[in-house]
Nanobody, 121 residues
Framework: QVQLVESGGGLVQSGRSLRLSCAAS????????MGWYRQAPGKQRELVAT???????NYGDPVKGRFTIARDNAKNTVYLQMNSLEPEDTAVYFC???????????????WGQGTQVTVSS
């Protein structure tokens, strides 16, 4: 199976920065897109950012210009640098990746357990 281990969440003041990391491990043959989603209390889960194996990134509108996603393919790790944080960014952040367990198998979505990010005003 595949495990996603997230780190880097916490409590920070408005305007400050945080960096999230997510490492994928297990019986992985190939990783496709990696990304981050978030869910605030009472709201639906929303896209934060995704990145392809070649480094092409896609961002949700609320974070464009403030957040940067990156990945290290050798380490099966995705990062999210969050700058100019706002109280509206408070949410549980979930790591997501699409993985094949063999070159002949289908792509499977895996999710991390989530890491809390709280931004105080």
């Amino acid at each position: 199976q595949v495990q996603l281990v997230e780190s880097g969440g916490g409590l920070v003041q408005s305007g400050r920065s945080l960096r999230l990391s997510c490492a994928a491990s297990g019986s992985i043959a190939e990783i496709n897109d990696m990304g981050w989603y978030r869910q605030a209390p009472g709201k639906q889960r929303e896209l934060v950012a995704t990145i392809s194996p070649s480094g092409s990134a896609n961002y949700g509108d609320p974070v464009k210009g403030r957040f940067t996603i990156a990945r290290d393919n050798a380490k099966n790790t995705v990062y999210l640098q969050m700058n100019s944080l706002e109280p509206e960014d408070t949410a549980v952040y979930f790591c997501n990746t699409k993985v094949r367990l063999s070159v002949f198998s289908r792509w499977i979505d895996y999710w991390g357990q989530g890491t809390q990010v709280t931004v105080s005003s």
